[in-house]
């Protein structure tokens, strides 16, 4: 109830008719193991997020149970750390059904037979980039309802 409901020492102290105290006493003493639990098959989402100008978190996510399979410090991402990260989880015996990235100058050839796909919301943003707020030709009105269109 503590980890997975949210609930407070003073709550769960409440609920159990104890002390605050008590409760705090006796989850210091639950031993905690973190398990790696991989699926043997995975579609992997990959992309790197920045915080400041030089330091990011290389993420590779499966997207068929959301579990992180890899992340990676890096001041500046590269094809070079992509493929070492796709190249890990591969050596981990984990089977990947295809690859969906931000669509990174490169990274399509990179992969070999592994299908790659870009992002749907990255795909959205560059068709958009190139259309006005407010189109007012009809070729441009319908390419833009169009990719709105694309994630569902």
């Known amino acids: 109830m503590y980890s997975i409901g949210k609930q407070t020492y003073i709550q769960l102290a409440e609920q159990f008719g104890c002390s605050a105290k008590t409760i705090q006493r006796k989850l210091d003493k639950v031993l905690i193991t973190k398990r790696k639990e991989f699926s043997d098959v995975a579609v992997v989402i990959m992309d790197t997020t920045y915080f400041g100008r030089s330091f990011g978190v290389m993420v590779f996510k499966n997207s068929l149970d959301g579990v992180v399979l890899y992340k990676q410090y890096v001041h500046y991402e590269t094809n070079t750390l992509y493929l070492a990260g796709i190249s890990e989880i591969a ?5 990947i059904q295809g690859i969906v990235c931000d ?31 407010k ?3 009809q070729a441009a009105i319908e390419l833009k309802k169009l990719t709105l269109k694309m994630t569902k």
């Open 91 to 95: 050596r981990r015996g984990i089977d």
């Open 103 to 133: 669509g990174r100058r490169g990274l399509f050839g990179l992969f070999g037979a592994i299908p790659l796909q870009m992002c749907q919301f990255h795909q959205i943003q560059i068709v958009l980039r190139y259309l006005t707020r």
């Open 135 to 137: 189109p007012k030709t």
